[in-house]
């Protein structure tokens, strides 16, 4: 029986019991999609990342690594909140000494680096958002008429509704099972939902993030999903830095930054919350 080192680890919060829950695996060899796709049922959270080294040095001297994502149900193609709490791992947990550390994805490779604040952040590939008509499936889904404007994201796969204020974004109660059914949604694997920030708070803007076709109805925060909101709200805000709260019971808060080359940083805390072994 293999002792794999297991961690769970909440992103995108300075503190536990907030932000996003993600497990992470230390692999000490590779492992069949079956396995991988088991443990991630078995931990029962939006997601599991599994790392394995690049090369053959200790974990703590490496500086690149394979990085793979799985929800309870399917392997996805890219995940901010679990990226970020496999780099929390790797820089508080196992203490590689390296001052950023290259995950190689499905997405290609991102860079995660430390902050002088204590944030980690994450170079993703930027999704351009494509302006589409809001699907009146998917309001109806939501239980609202009416949406600002609309937009979708290729890379991510994720459709996007804007929302005239905050409030609304955060009173939304979907109706998961007429979403996850809902035609307008077989392209996409989630929705997210956006507004302005309310005036009386630091936040640029706010969103949140349905799921049910992955088999999370909605995540707690979500950084993939800023790779399409982070270029959305600069254009209409003209900024380059923008500070991000995603509203969902446990919130979550990011600051996002454009980049060039298409690519944008996003940056968040993370707390390690407990660690244990997985029996295998």
Known sequence: ?????????DAFS????????????????????????????????????FLLRGGRRPWTENETFLLRWFTPQVEVR???????????VLFNAVEVAAPQVTFQTLSGNLIARRTDDGAIALDFPLDPPLACAPPPDVLEALGVTQAWTAAYGAGAEKLMLHFERAEEVRTLEPDFAALLNAPSMAAYQGLIVTAPGDPATPYDF????????????????????????APYWAERLGKREMFAYQASARGGELRVRLLEGERVEIAGKAVVVFQGQLSL
């Open 206 to 229: 706010v969103s949140r993030f349905f799921a049910p076709a992955v088999g999370i109805n909605e995540d707690p925060v979500t950084g993939s999903a800023h790779t399409l909101l």
């Open 78 to 88: 890219l995940c901010g909140h679990g990226t970020l709490s496999a780099a929390a």
């Open 1 to 9: 029986m293999t002792e794999i080192p297991l961690y769970q680890v």
């Open 14 to 49: 300075p503190v536990p019991f907030k932000g996003n829950p993600a497990a992470v695996c230390l692999l000490p060899q590779t492992y069949d999609d079956a396995t991988l796709q088991a443990i991630a049922a078995e931990m029962n959270l939006s997601e599991t990342a």
